[in-house]
């Protein structure tokens, strides 16, 4: 395993939420159109770590426009087998709730758990659950959301070897919707680099 025996702090009164993402050197984490022609952005050794991150979560939480356009995807790879299997492992229920919030009632599907809750709100629902990790896979706009109300707590980061460009906003980097005031801006402490091939994959840590 890329992350083995991954162990989180506890947070009281709240789930401890961590998100994951990769980008290009030049920050890109998608373009908008024509998305699938530059996905993925990252390895196979990226998605495995995304996999290896999801499994350690007690549920996945996603935006609608992230769920729109890879719901179907995420949907497939949490119903795999040997997905289920390394969460056994884990000692984790192999099922993971995937959680989308959106108010557009045109979002659905049968294995989204749907949600118009804002963050602080969710966090405490999903608290009186029982969830004390949750990954918060974006995108942009939902993980801003989250930031803002200092609700997340750690950064899982992959720089890929590539540089997208931009013309007339048609990319979009990890935050976006949202730009923090000179007192608010947040800054991270980073945990741990590991180098493999021409990928980084960093660890951050937030102090909320």
Same mark, same amino acid.
């Given at each position: ?39 993925? !952005? ?7 770590? +995304? ?20 719901? &179907? ?48 709100? +969710? ?10 990790? !949750? ?23 992959? !720089?890929?070897?590539? !540089? ?7 990319? %979009? ?14 800054? %991270?402490?980073? #945990? ?6 021409? &990928? ?5 840590? #937030?102090?909320?």
């Amino acid at each position: 395993m890329f992350y083995r025996n991954l162990k989180f702090p506890k947070i009281k009164n709240r789930p401890f939420f961590y998100t994951n993402f990769v980008q290009t050197v030049d920050g890109k984490v998608q373009v908008l159109k024509n998305t699938k022609d530059y996905w993925p !952005i990252g390895s196979k050794l990226d998605h495995e770590a +995304l996999l290896e991150l999801r499994a350690y979560s007690d549920c996945l939480i996603h935006g609608s426009n992230l769920a729109k356009e890879f719901g &179907e995807i995420t949907v497939k790879s949490l119903n795999n087998s040997a997905f289920k299997r390394l969460r056994r492992n884990l000692g984790k229920n192999p099922t993971l709730p995937l959680f989308v919030i959106t108010r557009k009632k045109s979002v659905t599907h049968p294995m989204w758990n749907i949600t118009s809750l804002d963050p602080k709100a +969710l966090a405490c629902e999903l608290y009186t659950r029982g969830y004390k990790q !949750i990954l918060i896979e974006g995108g942009p706009t939902l993980l801003a959301s989250f930031l803002k109300e200092n609700l997340i707590d750690q950064i899982f980061l992959t !720089i890929a070897p590539k !540089i997208f460009g931009n013309i007339n906003s048609s990319t %979009l980097t990890l935050v976006e919707g949202y730009l923090f005031p000179k007192k608010a801006i947040k800054n %991270l402490s980073l #945990l741990s680099v590991k180098k493999v091939g021409n &990928e980084l994959f960093l660890r951050y840590n #937030l102090g909320n």
